[in-house]
């Protein structure tokens, strides 16, 4: 699944909803975005290919070549190319072979640059929010301007990112996104109520890479 068909054009429709009811009742800015994934992860296709490639040169050369060693690395080479492409091509398998602590750092750094891409750091009153998917990875990042840290710690915001999550594995993505910004943006009201000359922004869309 790629971020661009990720939700349907009615999923997409309640979102932006969703987002433009939140921002009727706070000074504060959401914006969606998903991306395919966070980064390339190179080196869990070198893992991929030399762990399965090697695995598969050893048996072949047991069940034919009666353990050759001469047959097995030309083998252990040419199969660790072709598992490491065909690892590349299945990010089912290649999120295997990711350890758990870099993706969490690089789904961070994503959000992070995304913040910065769509210009949620320049809104008035230092009040945008961004909800952050990353398909490969299946998690979500929520991140917040300086405005917002003052009054909503990032571990706060990072218990929504964890249900959103839960939510794409479970395939409500749509569903538990808008539940987590209508929950957000009821923080937000408190704390940041909608002022007489608010306007919006940021567009309510989904933005995707």
């Known amino acids: 699944m790629k971020a661009d068909?990720?939700?349907?054009?009615?999923?997409?429709?309640?979102?932006?909803?969703?987002?433009?009811?939140?921002?009727?009742?706070?000074?504060?800015?959401?914006?969606?975005?998903v991306v395919d994934t966070s980064d390339s992860y190179p080196e869990s296709l070198v893992l991929a290919g030399v762990l399965m490639g090697g695995l598969s040169a050893l048996l072949v050369t047991d069940l034919f070549?009666?353990?050759?060693?001469?047959?097995?690395?030309?083998?252990?080479?040419?199969?660790?190319?072709?598992?490491?492409?065909?690892?590349?091509?299945?990010?089912?398998?290649?999120?295997?072979?990711?350890?758990?602590a870099r993706i969490e750092e690089e789904v961070e750094q994503r959000a992070i640059q995304a913040f910065y891409e769509k210009g949620l750091y320049k809104t008035r009153d230092d009040t945008g929010v961004l909800f952050f998917i990353s398909l490969l990875e299946h998690k979500a990042w929520v991140l917040a301007d300086q405005g917002i840290y003052s009054k909503i710690p990032q571990e706060t915001l990072q218990e929504y990112a964890v249900d959103i999550a839960t939510g794409i594995k479970k395939g409500r993505a749509a569903e538990v996104l808008c539940q987590e910004i209508s929950k957000v943006g009821e923080i937000l009201a408190e704390h940041f109520p909608v002022k007489d000359d608010d306007t919006n922004e940021l567009p309510n869309k989904v933005f995707t890479v």
């Open 65 to 100: 070549f009666n353990d050759s060693l001469w047959i097995f690395l030309p083998l252990a080479t040419l199969f660790s190319f072709v598992f490491g492409w065909l690892t590349n091509q299945a990010p089912i398998i290649k999120r295997y072979f990711i350890p758990k």
């Open 5 to 33: 068909n990720f939700f349907t054009s009615e999923e997409k429709d309640t979102i932006a909803k969703t987002i433009g009811k939140v921002e009727k009742k706070t000074a504060g800015e959401v914006a969606v975005m």
